[in-house]
């Protein structure tokens, strides 16, 4: 169900028209946040994980439309093994036990990234969620999940090819939009508003083609300690950006 007006201007002193309808987060800052602690990594990816639930029931009650998590890239295995099977076990995990909540939200879960090297189970388990929560029409969760994005382009670039090798596709005929429609994110709007948190300001090879006119929000708070209020803050701040789309502001 679509939040109600007086709610989000209850909530954020706006209305749902500045409420970006795709919103990206780069989730930072795990490790940093065990380390403070003296805790090992992978507790502050299950942490970690504790806070996308919170995000996730978060951004659908103030009517985001799309939210995109980028949740493992494809450099992220050459971290030490005993790191990565313990992340893809958290993943696995989180599919099974946060299916029946997604499903309560009417929230759609899709994939967006290379299953080619993901272990089997955790391919099993994105499916069975992907499957069950295909319903779902309140909000469309995508989670980053062995993601790269020269290697999107690079995987619709060789879409292409083969098409025009198979003389059906003319390359003079080859638009920007060609490539979006082959891109992992074919069905999703670009992001309005892209959050990183940790006070990094790098975009580690996370949707280059679809950032193109996204606003970014740096938020310094580690990732396992990124609350509601910080979410609402960038949306505030967002609402009040002037959007620019290679345009010029006409002299006053």
């Not at 295995?77 to 997604?102: F, S």
């Not at 994005?149 to 920007?176: F, M, Y």
Request: net charge positive; hydrophobic share 40%; proline share 5%.
């Amino acid at each position: 169900m679509a939040p109600k007006l007086h709610d989000v201007q209850k909530l954020l002193g706006l209305t749902p028209q500045q409420i970006p309808q795709h919103v990206a987060i780069i989730m930072d800052g795990n490790g940093r946040w065990a380390r403070q602690r003296g805790l090992p990594r992978f507790e502050g990816h299950r942490q970690g994980a504790k806070t996308v639930k919170r995000i996730t029931l978060e951004a659908r009650k103030l009517g985001i439309r799309f939210l995109t998590l980028y949740s493992f890239s494809t450099e992220n295995w050459k971290r030490p093994r005993e790191e990565v099977e313990l992340l893809m076990h958290l993943c696995a995990e989180y599919l099974v036990h946060e299916r029946d909540t997604l499903i309560e939200h009417d929230v759609r879960l899709v994939h967006v990234g290379r299953e080619q090297e993901l272990p089997d189970l955790v391919v099993q388990k994105l499916h069975e969620t992907r499957d069950a929560t295909a319903g779902g029409t309140g909000m469309v969760l995508a989670l980053a999940l062995n993601y790269s994005s020269r290697v999107e382009i690079t995987d619709a670039v060789q879409a292409i090819a083969r098409e025009a090798a198979a003389k059906r596709l003319d390359p003079d005929q080859i638009t920007p939009q060609t490539i979006a429609q082959r891109l992992y994110t074919a069905d999703i709007p670009d992001p309005d508003l892209l959050i990183r948190t940790a006070n990094e300001k790098r975009l580690s090879n996370f949707l280059l083609w679809q950032l193109s006119y996204t606003e970014f929000h740096i938020a310094k708070v580690l990732w396992p300690d990124f609350r509601e209020s910080h979410l609402r803050r960038a949306l505030q701040t967002y609402a009040r950006r002037e959007r620019r789309f290679g345009d010029v502001k006409p002299a006053s």
